[in-house]
Structure formats: structure tokens, C-alpha cells
């Protein structure tokens, strides 16, 4: 197995967030500027992540993880496109089905012996800690600031009415 290398590791970071920012914006109830901010976040992330896949190949070789990483990229420019055109109930399939995807690679990567994240697990496991709460903890700082700085959407004028 090839060392952990900066495209490694920027790939597992981005994933990282993906899996900790998806569950934000999915059970937010209100769909305002901060789920647009953080979309566009976890977008750009999970754009990152499935891009910098196809330069990670075991032995040289596209695996099915490939596949899925070309099917995630055309989900979520549906789902932004959808969004843009305002058709929520697609945007909305479309990212969590994005996010869904991004779960059962991570699972496989998780679980699959002779990957790195379990070597990482089995021999640092203390690194391992250290990333996920390092990850974890950027995350809620910044959806915490996004929630102090971000001024609330003000509701539309009211239209007037002449001459009634």
C-alpha cells in the first residue's frame, strides 16, 4: 500500500467534512442563507473529494469506488442545478442521495482490511482521534459562526397596491 500522501490526505479531509456537514444541512429546518453557505461548503467538498478519487487507484487500477465517485459528481450538479431552478423535492433527493452514496464508500474505506483508514486506526489510533475531533470541531465553529454572522433573511416588502 502507498503511503499516506497530501492528495490522500486532502481527499480524506474533504470526505470528512462531507460526512459531518451533510447531516446539518439535511436536518436544518429552516433553508436560509446559512443552508446556501454551508451547501456550497459541503458541495464544494464533496466535488473535491470525488474528483481527487480518480488519482488514488489500487495498483494502479479504477475500482467501483470510481464509479461511484463519477455517479456522486453527476447527482450533486443535479441537485445544484435543481436547486438553482428551484425544483426543492430534486435538490433534495439528489443531495441526500449524494450524502447516502457518501456513507456506504466511507463504510467500505472504513471497514475493508488492508485500506488505510483502518491500517491508520489499527496502528495510530490516538491520530486517528486527534483528526475526527480536529474535523468535528472546525465544523461546528464554523456553523456556529455562520449562525452569529449571518443576518437573517428579512421577509419581502409587501407590495403596494395603488389606489386601493
Known sequence: MDP???LIAVHVIA???VLVLGPVNIFRR?????HKIIGFTWVTAIVTTCV????????????WLHGLSLFTLTTVSLGVFSAVRGNIPAHRGNMIG???????AFG???AIPGRRIPELISTEPATVVFIAALILVTAMAFVFTLRRTVPAARAAPR?????A
Open 159 to 163: 407590495p403596494r397596491v395603488h389606489g
Open 52 to 63: 481527487l478519487s480518480f488519482w488514488i487507484r489500487d495498483e494502479g487500477h479504477f475500482t
Open 30 to 34: 429552516r433553508r436560509d442563507r446559512i
Open 4 to 6: 499516506w500522501t497530501p
Open 15 to 17: 470526505a470528512s467534512y
Open 98 to 104: 449524494s450524502y447516502t452514496g457518501t456513507l456506504i
Open 108 to 110: 467500505f474505506a472504513a
